[in-house]
């Protein structure tokens, strides 16, 4: 065997195990280290407990729709969520990817659904606040986000380019604003980073 076909089979072999590493990695992994199902239901919570629980919903002025945001406390409350992938094809959820997220074994006032879509901007900071329903406006597309890594953790962020590959979007990834006691999910401030615990776990 020639010299330059062992190089070409030793390159084309570390090109398929590099690839097949590389497509394991894309997934989004759970606490423990299993990927993210999209039939599955997960508590989306801060990688560091300094910054709040669980995600949950938040009644911020007595009015619809409700907040994105987290507990005050690291305790076993919140609401968990489900992804759903925006291509169809996929089970798995992938970093990068566009995806919905809706809140689930949620009971509320308001009569609508509890998908995440970016909402209004604070008065005050100027963030795009986090909010629940859903928005059937031609062209929007505010109810997609995606997940993104950071080392081991994880950020939320919306930037949905894979459903509008044309569309030039100001992208902004997720972090917490404090309001009269409150933790709100808002994008344009400090990244939060996140892990995802498997509801049955």
């Not at 994105?68 to 489900?82: F, H, I, K, M, S």
Request: with cysteine.
């Amino acid at each position: 065997m020639s010299m330059k076909l062992w190089a070409s089979l030793t390159l084309a072999v570390w090109l398929i195990t590099a690839t097949s590493s590389l497509a394991q990695s894309n997934y989004v992994l759970d606490t423990n280290n299993e990927p993210l199902e999209s039939d599955e239901e997960y508590y989306i919570r801060p990688a560091i407990t300094d910054n709040g629980g669980r995600f949950t919903l938040i009644d911020r002025n007595g009015t619809c729709p409700l907040h994105v945001g987290l507990e005050n406390t690291d305790t076993p409350q919140g609401y968990p969520v489900r992804f759903t992938p925006f291509a169809t094809d996929d089970d798995d959820v992938r970093v990068n990817r566009d995806l919905r997220v809706t809140f689930v074994e949620v009971s509320s006032i308001c009569v609508q659904t509890t998908e995440w879509r970016v909402g209004e901007n604070d008065t005050t900071t100027g963030r795009r606040l986090v909010v629940t329903g859903r928005d059937n406006r031609t062209g929007s597309y505010s109810n997609y986000f995606r997940i993104t890594q950071n080392g081991t953790l994880y950020n939320i962020e919306w930037c949905p380019t894979e459903v509008c590959p044309t569309c030039r979007f100001i992208c902004g990834t997720g972090g917490i604003l404090r309001e009269n006691g409150r933790i709100l999910f808002a994008l344009d401030g400090t990244p939060l980073p996140v892990v995802f615990q498997k509801k049955d776990d």
